[in-house]
């Protein structure tokens, strides 16, 4: 029971440093491929246009797919919480 407590405890603790991580790189790694007022003309999502510049339009479809995925779970977690509301 310990081990279960302490694998949880690590794992949220790893996965918020991993997405802060990524938070904190993705502004200026994307100002080193793009300036800023072109970064600022892209349309939404524009790290999709900055990755696009650097890698390509493998890229820019990766980020889209990561976009779509991200706002599907946000959605089906929404639902998961709506539903269990009691009225």
Do not use: D
Request: hydrophobic share 50%.
């Amino acid at each position: 029971m310990r081990l279960a407590r302490w694998a949880g405890t690590w794992t949220c603790k790893v996965g918020y440093l991993v997405c802060l991580l990524q938070l904190v790189a993705g502004s200026p790694l994307s100002l080193g491929v793009i300036s800023q007022p072109e970064l600022g003309g892209l349309k939404n999502p524009s790290m999709a246009g900055a990755l696009e510049r650097a890698v390509g339009t493998t890229g820019a479809a990766l980020i889209s797919l990561a976009l779509i995925v991200s706002v599907g779970g946000g959605l089906l977690a929404h639902a998961l919480a709506a539903g269990r509301l009691s009225l």
